[in-house]
T-cell receptor, first 113, second 111 residues
């Protein structure tokens, strides 16, 4: 069975500071991993995805994530936070043999001026 | 441009009333999903369909029904049996390995 754990339901950073949102997964088969962002009253938008190519994945809006098999992690980072990054972020996992995603419970990012 | 369209954006339901939320995609995706989102509870799967004329219950299917008569369309009916329907509803579609494409959501409120 697959599962995703997002550590920290709320993360607060100052504008210009490093953003680090944590995601650990469990999967018995090689995983596909995804990060989504959700702004208030909107659907989820794909930030980036890992599908067994390069372990460091670059996404939109300056975000990137690194797949670390030994740590079963796929943490999301951005070197310098912007006020517009304030949103909820979801990590998700699937695999080659299924199209269904398993989502984490989300992390709300607040950015302070 | 291809995408997934949910309508209406806001919907109000009276007690005892059935309402239907629309979800249409032109991405040629086989699989479609309905999720419910409540504050602080993430996404919960209601129903999903991986092929036309077939669908499966998710984790919280009670009080909901769906149909999949066309590849492009996957409407969700919130029935009077759903006692707490106020929530944000999200529809998504996908192909394997591609992740989901989401609609913009429907906010349902009981009045």
């Amino acid at each position: 069975a697959q599962s995703v754990t997002q550590l920290g339901s709320h993360v607060s950073v100052s504008e210009g500071a490093l953003v680090l949102l944590r995601c650990n997964y469990s999967s018995s088969v090689p995983p596909y991993l995804f990060w989504y962002v959700q702004y208030p009253n909107q659907g989820l938008q794909l930030l980036l995805k890992y599908t067994s190519a390069a372990t460091l994945v670059k996404g939109i809006n300056g975000f990137e994530a690194e797949f670390k098999k030994s740590e079963t992690s796929f943490h999301l980072t951005k070197p310098s936070a912007h006020m517009s990054d304030a949103a909820e972020y979801f990590c998700a996992v699937s695999s080659l043999n299924t199209d269904k995603l398993i989502f984490g419970t989300g992390t709300r990012l607040q950015v302070f001026p | 441009d291809g995408g997934i369209t949910q309508s209406p954006k806001y919907l109000f339901r009276k007690e005892g009333q059935n309402v239907t939320l629309s979800c249409e995609q032109n991405l040629n995706h086989d699989a479609m999903y309905w999720y419910r989102q409540d504050p602080g509870q993430g996404l919960r799967l209601i129903y999903y369909s991986q092929i036309v004329n077939d669908f499966q219950k998710g984790d919280i299917a009670e009080g909901y029904s769906v149909s999949r008569e066309k590849k492009e369309s996957f409407p969700l009916t919130v029935t009077s049996a759903q006692k707490n329907p106020t929530a944000f509803y999200l529809c998504a579609s996908t192909v394997v390995g591609d992740g989901y494409t989401f609609g913009s959501g429907t906010r349902l409120t009981v009045v």
